[in-house]
């Protein structure tokens, strides 16, 4: 689309916001792009609903104002950059080698929907993202989750609160404050360890929490131990977790999640389990609760859990929610489609890969929202890659720093008769070379 939106082969910020609004027009679902065009500056653009967050900063240079821009605010912190604001939902920031910002709308009808999970789980604590402290959010969860617990005469013998480290401390401080509860830190966790619950398979998730938590046994002996996580999603972490605080000598252990049941699978840009594999698929929660073998099980509210975020800011009203309610903002995400997500994953377990994300379309969608910006898929091309996807993989860099999925190359989309085309990053980018770097978080679905 850069080709085409470009007269006479010169691109100015006119031609690459006029490509970006193409990209809008035949992509859908949440992604956020930044991308190096050689030669002329820095593309970064958002998706028309905001589900994936993208903020830009700006330091002070000797040479004039230097631009970044990254998923959360604490990257831009750490590398002395100041916040200058959020990318809004839909908008193109271009960034020429001059040091000139150029911002533009781009979406005929945005609306700012960020994705809730990145509050309850993805993001840093430290980060502000689209004007809301992760940090305050949380504990504000932790809050909503206290006047839960308070109306439950069953959990009046709790002698101790202790968290899932890391991203549930924040709740589990508050919860315990509110209810004037002791707090302890009864688990110790190894940093090198990854994410469990994106890990492909059962054996290697099981074996990988014990390896990353390791209980400190006088926190928990003889004791009634409310243990508070973030969220549940297959139960696997939660079950071993319960059963490291009995092996430690717990009396009775109780279970809260800061984050209602996870019973719908996550298309924008979460590798989350397709619904059958999600431990609250189909189970009420003391179903749950003997599942994870906890003696009592705690959900926060859905209604509760969005008032915690809104509370940090009353700006945000809508949230992206599908894990929780089973409502696709996009309006695009049908049975059929997670059908085929379904049957996707079960084909990758059955060949025994070393990734669980689906992994015919996971790179794909690298060269067609690429290839859209240099020009090169016809309406062909594009009809056959409806089901275009590409997960974001959250890497465990100390705590959870952000490592955005970068695909291999070289690579073709399916049925693809122009394997010379697609990747437009193949060769150091020699086929394409306006389009040499390139980075995308989130998923989408191509149209044609």
Request: glycine content about 8%.
């Amino acid at each position: 689309m850069l080709e085409r939106a470009a007269q006479h082969h010169r691109l100015d910020p006119e031609a690459i916001f006029r490509a970006v609004v193409g990209v809008h027009r035949r992509c859908r679902g949440a992604y956020a792009i930044v991308a190096m065009i050689a030669g002329y500056g820095m593309l970064a653009f958002r998706d028309p609903y905001g589900i994936r967050p993208l903020v830009i900063g700006v330091a002070e240079a000797p040479g004039g104002p230097e631009y970044m821009v990254a998923s959360e605010s604490v990257a831009l912190d750490a590398c002395g950059f100041r916040v200058l604001r959020d990318v809004d939902p839909g908008e193109a920031i271009y960034v020429d080698f001059a040091g000139t910002m150029h911002a533009r709308q781009c979406a005929e009808s945005p609306r700012l929907v960020p994705c809730i999970f990145e509050f309850v789980y993805l993001a840093r604590p430290d980060s502000v993202i689209d004007g809301t402290s992760v940090y305050e959010s949380r504990i504000h969860m932790g809050a909503a989750l206290a006047r839960r617990i308070r109306a439950m005469p069953e959990t009046q013998d709790v002698d101790v609160v202790i968290p899932i480290p890391d991203s549930s401390r924040p709740s589990a401080m508050q919860l315990a404050n509110d209810l004037a509860l002791t707090y302890r830190e009864g688990f110790v966790k190894n940093r090198y360890i990854g994410r469990t619950f994106i890990m492909p398979g059962r054996a290697m998730r099981k074996k990988s929490v014990r390896q990353k938590l390791n209980p400190i046994g006088m926190e928990f002996a003889g004791k009634v131990v409310l243990l508070v996580d973030d969220s549940i999603v297959r139960g696997t972490t939660s079950r071993e977790i319960v059963q490291m605080a009995r092996d430690a000598g717990a009396r009775k252990v109780y279970f809260a999640s800061a984050s209602p049941p996870v019973r719908f699978p996550n298309v924008y840009g979460i590798d989350m389990p397709t619904q059958h594999e999600l431990v609250a698929h189909g189970r009420t929660h003391d179903e749950i609760s003997r599942e994870i073998g906890a003696d009592l099980l705690i959900y926060q509210e859905l209604d509760a859990l969005k008032s915690a975020v809104r509370a940090a800011n009353p700006r945000l009203t809508e949230f992206e929610a599908s894990c929780f309610d089973g409502h696709y903002v996009t309006g695009d995400v049908t049975p059929e489609y997670l059908a085929q997500l379904a049957g996707t994953r079960q084909l990758v377990a059955l060949t025994d890969l070393p990734h669980a994300y689906d992994v015919r379309y996971a790179d794909d969608i690298f060269t067609w929202a690429l290839a859209f910006l240099a020009g090169q898929l016809g309406g062909g091309d594009v009809a056959r890659a409806t089901s275009a996807r590409m997960t974001s993989v959250a890497g465990a860099m100390d705590d959870v720093q952000r490592i955005d999925y970068m695909a291999p190359s070289p690579v073709t989309g399916p049925d693809s008769n122009d394997a010379g085309d697609t990747d437009v990053r193949a060769n150091g980018g020699q086929n394409h070379p306006e389009l040499a770097v390139a980075r995308i978080i989130g998923s989408v679905t191509v149209a044609g």
